[in-house]
DNA sequence: CAGATGCTTCGACTAAGGTCGAAGTATGAA
DNA sequence: TTCATACTTCGACCTTAGTCGAAGCATCTG
């Protein structure tokens, strides 16, 4: 009866709190140092060390070393998404009620889900493209492409990249799928440059401006 | 940085061997006993029950008294998509190269995945539905209702239910959203009763007969 | 070349928790 | 009632692994 991949050996890795809490903050989309992960999980620099090793080791972070900075990110998207669906668990049948906070409100609005847009305006986002005849399957549509190109993304450049252009992505708060993958990646991206959303610096929150909330509505009605 | 839900209590929770084997055992969907989650998890039957408790208490399974017998099955949709999450990372990022073997491929192709349709079949209805415009984001179109009440689903009787229709759940396999909730739920029952498809009371692989394969393919045309 | 900073290794301590034997409680069968 | 089966509780054992101090490299700065 037990059938399919070993999950016990990669959740026992997520499973300890000084080690969630870093890839939490990775889910943040940024590469942070060893010391910064250190001082995100609440442990010295040689308990962050360890812990960053075995990571590493499961598969579940990556590295890129410069000078004597050390940076780690997530590994690839099934990482966060692994994330955000331990997320959805622990906000539900989590600890009887989290209070939800404005904080919590902001996140469950738009935030980043590792590189790519997620929450409320994630989810717009995604059922917008499918109702639109954008995205059909995992694949863009010519219209589809003609909208993203419209938006100033570089498709060519993207398509020559090995990361699939189009996954899905489970969201935490909606509980429904939002477009990741290295289009999704791209389009926040775009967002960004178009001064439609910024990310808060602090944590994984992303802010609309008035502009970009309209311009989005108005792309992926809802 | 640390934002959103303590995930480090749920991780552990199913980083331990013998928990995440009797989970594995429940994405099959059946409701198993103690004794026989004891025997998944190859250990006696005290130490299960200490097991079975630790779920209990942390919301990942639900338990159902009957006599002597306690049947525990896992606690909601949420869980069994926390878990096939964690194998599609298992298996990717996983021990260097998993070897699939025939048994993998039919799990590839068409399995359980607690209580609905997931692999390449799974995907394939998803796909089909949304391409139809028989699913719109969460919601049943006209037509969409047209079809599944063609396939002898009970519509009034699963909207008086509690749990949300339509669900997207995301594959490991396939790593595309394929339908959860109970409309996804009430579907794979539905294959079975027709005689299109059949679970292996052994694992959680589902074998479609040639009437079944053929029906579905033209109900959602790949 | 110092001196500072970032990261890693080593070793020892400690706490947490998985494991099972033994015994206890509930349910069902004869 | 008596016995068997299913599950739970208790207690003891022991492995595992998270933690940090101390020391060691590597890299950048002045």
Redesign the interface.
Known sequence: ?????????????????A???M???L??GKALTATELAR?AGVTAQTASSHIGKLQA???VAEQRQGRHKYVSL??D??G???????????????LR?RTGP?DDA?RHA?VCYNHLAGHRG?QMY?GL??GGHL???TLSESGEALVRELGVDLEALRKGRAPLC????D?SE???HLAGSLGRALLTRFEALGWAACDP????VRFSDKGAAAFDSLFAR
């Open positions: 009866m037990k059938d399919g991949p070993d999950i016990a050996r990669i959740a026992a890795l997520i499973g300890d709190p080690r969630a809490n890839l939490t903050a889910m943040s995100e499961g598969g579940l590994a690839n099934d990482v998404r692994v994330l955000e669906a331990l997320m959805g668990v622990a906000a539900g049948a989590g600890h989290t904080r996140l935030r989810t059922d499918v109702a059909v399957g995992e996954r899905d992505c489970l935490w509980r429904r799928a602090n944590s994984r929150a």
